[in-house]
C-alpha cells in the first residue's frame, strides 16, 4: 500500500506532467495550429481524466485516516474542489471544440483554466 507522501508525490508530478501538455496545447493555439491545439488537448483530456478518477478511487480504498494528517486531509479535499469541476469541464471543451462552438469553447476553456490554476496551486502546496 502506498504511504501518504508516495501519493502526494505522484499527484505532484503527474500535475505537472499534464500542466505542461496543457501549456503546449497553448502554444500550439498561439501558432495558429487549432488541429495540434486539439490532438495535445485529447491527449491532455484522457490522461487527466485516468489522474482524477485513479486518484479519488485510492482515496476511497486506502485508509486516508492512517496515511495523512487532518491539516493534510483537509488540502486533499481543497484540492479535489477544484480538480474535480475541472476535470467535469474537459468533456464539454473537447465536444465544442470538435463541434466548432467557438464562443461556447472559449467560455469553457476560461472557466477551466480558472479551475486548473486552483488545481496547480493546491496540487504543488499539499504537504508531503
Same mark, same amino acid.
Given at each position: 500500500?502506498? #504511504? @501518504?507522501?508516495? &501519493?502526494?508525490? /505522484? ?7 499534464? #500542466? ?7 502554444? *500550439?493555439?498561439?501558432? !495558429? %495550429?487549432?488541429?495540434?491545439? @486539439?490532438? =495535445?488537448?485529447? *491527449?491532455? +483530456?484522457?490522461?487527466? /481524466? &485516468? ?16 496515511? +495523512?494528517?487532518?491539516? *493534510? %486531509? ?12 475541472? /476535470?467535469? &469541464? ?5 465536444? /465544442?471544440?470538435?463541434?466548432? %462552438?467557438?464562443?461556447? $469553447? =472559449?467560455? +469553457? @476553456?476560461? *472557466? +477551466? ?7 496547480? &496551486?493546491? !496540487?504543488? @502546496?499539499?504537504? $508531503?
Amino acid at each position: 500500500m502506498p #504511504t @501518504g507522501p508516495q &501519493i502526494v508525490i /505522484t499527484l505532484k508530478v503527474l500535475v505537472v506532467t499534464v #500542466t505542461v501538455l496543457l501549456t503546449l496545447s497553448m502554444v *500550439a493555439l498561439a501558432m !495558429g %495550429r487549432p488541429k495540434l491545439h @486539439g490532438q =495535445i488537448n485529447l *491527449a491532455f +483530456f484522457v490522461l487527466t /481524466t &485516468i489522474t482524477v478518477l485513479c486518484f479519488e478511487g485510492l482515496l476511497q480504498v486506502v485508509p486516508v485516516s492512517e496515511l +495523512f494528517t487532518p491539516e *493534510a %486531509r483537509a488540502d486533499l479535499r481543497v484540492h479535489l474542489c477544484f480538480s474535480v469541476p475541472s /476535470t467535469l &469541464i474537459l468533456p464539454l471543451m473537447l465536444a /465544442t471544440g470538435k463541434m466548432h %462552438r467557438r464562443k461556447l $469553447h =472559449i467560455v +469553457f @476553456g476560461i *472557466a +477551466f483554466l480558472v479551475l486548473w490554476t486552483g488545481t496547480v &496551486i493546491t !496540487g504543488l @502546496g499539499l504537504p $508531503h
